[in-house]
Nanobody
Framework: QVQLVESGGGLVQPGGSLRLSCAAS????????MGWYRQAPGKQRQLVAT???????NYVDSVKGRFTISRDNDKNTVYLQMNNLKPDDTAVYYC?????????WGQGTQVAVSS
């Protein structure tokens, strides 16, 4: 059974930092491209960052320079380090795993940025 379990969300003040983790099981993790998406209330789910199987990373413009995606294939885990958080970053953050058209999602973790 495939599971993607996100953790690390919470409430943080503007300018603060959070580190999200997504632990994968039931897949050959190293084969999969991994991604983080987010969905704010009333908005569509949006791609935040991706990291390929060879650790090549890409980011949406709004988080470049603030967020860093990384992966640890030994721990079957992908991370999203989020710095200088802004209220617009408030959303549910979802982990995604993709390999040759096979697509898995986690259940999401809430991030709230507010003073």
């Amino acid at each position: 059974q495939v599971q993607l379990v996100e953790s690390g969300g919470g409430l943080v003040q503007p300018g603060g930092s959070l580190r999200l983790s997504c632990a994968a099981s039931g897949i050959i993790f190293s084969r999969y491209a991994m991604g983080w998406y987010r969905q704010a209330p009333g908005k569509q789910r949006q791609l935040v960052a991706t990291i390929s199987s060879d650790a090549s990373a890409n980011y949406v413009d709004s988080v470049k320079g603030r967020f860093t995606i990384s992966r640890d294939n030994d721990k079957n885990t992908v991370y999203l380090q989020m710095n200088n958080l802004k209220p617009d970053d408030t959303a549910v953050y979802y982990c995604n795993a993709v390999w040759i058209g096979i697509n898995y999602w986690g259940q999401g973790t809430q991030v709230a940025v507010s003073s």
